[in-house]
């Protein structure tokens, strides 16, 4: 079963502009993370919000997380053209001993130039 | 270099055959990962281990076998019980808790 679910599945928008993109999840979590997927890679990890944190930073990606709605958003502000890419959310679930990331299915965005 | 290789990169299989993915880290993570992309799709966890001699399944381990030996290594095969293996398949490492992982730059596996 599939935690994470981003919304929307597809994103485009001219370069300069900010995107968004949302995920919602299910259970508790330790951990919710952001990754970056370029067609026919393998993934490259973003940034990771504990449980315990609403907002984070990282160059021009910003996180936050409302665990009381189970739900955290990626924002990418003044987005290029080497943005475009998938972009997925991973949990760790709290609970039990095996740490286990679960993956959404993807927010594909392009970039126009 | 410190990462996480995944070989080999393309893989072609004829039905009924099994195959086996490699996967080799050397970052000294205890926990690692196989995940299945279907086009389109998200990741599907097909196997996780946390640490040498153990492993759990995932969420669609049928038609699939692994083994942590060494905790460098984690090989998936894909056996011929595995109806469409198709695929894109990617191997993850990580420390064992709240730690980012780790990805190789997968296989594309085909039935021919």
């Known amino acids: 079963s599939q935690q994470g679910e981003e919304d929307p599945q597809a994103l485009s928008i001219q370069e300069g502009e900010n995107a968004t993109m949302n995920c919602s999840y299910k259970t508790s979590i330790n951990n919710l993370q952001w990754y970056r997927q370029n067609s026919g890679r393998g993934l490259v990890h973003l940034i990771l919000?504990?449980?315990?944190?609403r907002e984070k930073h990282s160059g021009r990606l910003r996180v936050t997380l409302d665990t009381s709605k189970k739900s955290s958003s990626l924002l990418i502000t003044a987005s290029r053209a080497a943005d475009t890419a998938s972009y997925f959310c991973a949990t760790d679930p709290s609970g039990g001993s095996n740490y286990k990331l679960t993956f959404g299915k993807g927010t594909l965005l392009t970039v126009n130039p | 270099d410190g990462g996480i290789t995944q070989s080999p990169k393309y893989l072609f299989r004829k039905e009924g055959q099994n195959v086996t993915l490699s996967c080799e880290q050397n970052?000294?993570?205890?926990?690692m990962y196989w995940y299945r992309q279907d086009p389109g799709q998200g990741l599907r966890l097909i196997y996780y281990s946390q640490i040498v001699n153990d492993f759990q399944k995932g969420d669609i381990a049928e038609g699939y076998s692994v083994s942590r030996e060494k905790k460098e290594s984690f090989p998936l095969t894909v056996t011929s019980a595995q109806k469409n293996p198709t695929a894109f398949y990617l191997c993850?490492?990580?420390?064992?808790?709240?730690?980012?992982?780790?990805f190789g730059q997968g296989t594309r596996l085909t039935v021919v």
């Open positions: 919000i504990r449980s315990n944190e």
């Open positions: 993850a490492s990580s420390m064992r808790q709240n730690t980012e992982a780790f």
């Open positions: 970052l000294n993570h205890d926990a």
